[in-house]
Every structure is written in C-alpha cells, then in structure tokens.
C-alpha cells in the first residue's frame, strides 16, 4: 500500500519540519509513504482566490493517476474520532489495492475540479488550523491511525 500527502507550499518554520520529518520516519515502518510538496505559486498577489485555486487544483490534480483514491483534508468533509478514522480506513486498505492519496490545499482551499475528483473529504476538526500547522496534525493522526490498526500502545483510550 503506498500512501502520498500532497501540499500546497514548502514547510517553513523548523519546528513544523522537525514534526514532519519525525512521523514521516514514523510512517515508514507501515507503508510506503511519501509527501510532494507543490511550490507556491509565482506571482500569486496578481490573482483572485478563484484563480489561485484553479491553478493550484491543476497542480495538484498532475499529481493524482487515475487510479489512486484521492482523499481530501477539508474543513467541511466527515469527522471521526482517532479510532473510527482507523476502522474506517482499515476497511479501505482491507477491500482496495489502490495508492491512497491525501491532499491538503493552499490557504484558500481547493478549486471544484479537486473536489469533483475526490473520492472523500475529512475534517480533522471545526477548528481552522494553518496549512502548514495542519501537515503535522495530520501526519501524527496518520501514525496513530496505524498503531490503532495495529494494536500497538501507542493511543489510549
């Protein structure tokens, strides 16, 4: 199973890399995992919101084969707590042999042509965290998701 986190951006702040890189190493003793970071836009403070949208789907959207689930972290998309998120992506790894890919967008989120070709959207929380904050909330959900899966003692209920 190879699991792929595609960003929007360059992680900038070194405690935010220093996350990243701690639960991607994390990661790799549970799947092939790998993150595509897509450079920020050039020029962006000559477009709207809709047209750095559209432009970062189409970035994105080069980045997803047909085949792979796309799965999107989005603030409107279904909540589960840490272990019906892992439940439900067991199931998914149980009954698929696709890539699963995740997204997380720009500032401004996703253009419809992302959202029309995902498969599922998945919040994290009502909350509204940074994109780059969001990476490394994400990645620990990821590797606590796979210790849930695998029974191991890392989550505690």
Known sequence: MNIRLIL???TEAEYLK???DLYTGRLSHYCKFSIVEIPELKNAKSLTRDQ???????????????????????ERGKMFSSVEWAAHMEN?????????????????????????????????????F?????RVIFLEQLYRM????????????
């Open 8 to 10: 929007m951006g360059k």
């Open 18 to 20: 220093t996350g990243t």
């Open 52 to 74: 750095i949208k559209e432009k970062e789907g189409e970035l994105i959207l080069k980045n997803v084969k047909p085949q792979d689930e796309l799965i999107l972290l989005d």
């Open 92 to 128: 998914k790894f149980l009954h698929s042999t696709r890539d699963i890919v995740f997204s997380i967008g720009g500032a401004y989120g996703f253009s419809q042509a992302v959202y029309d070709r995902a498969g599922e959207k998945i919040s994290l929380s009502k909350m509204t």
């Open 130 to 134: 940074s994109h780059q904050l969001v």
């Open 146 to 157: 796979f210790t849930i899966i695998k029974g191991e003692p890392y989550h505690h209920e």
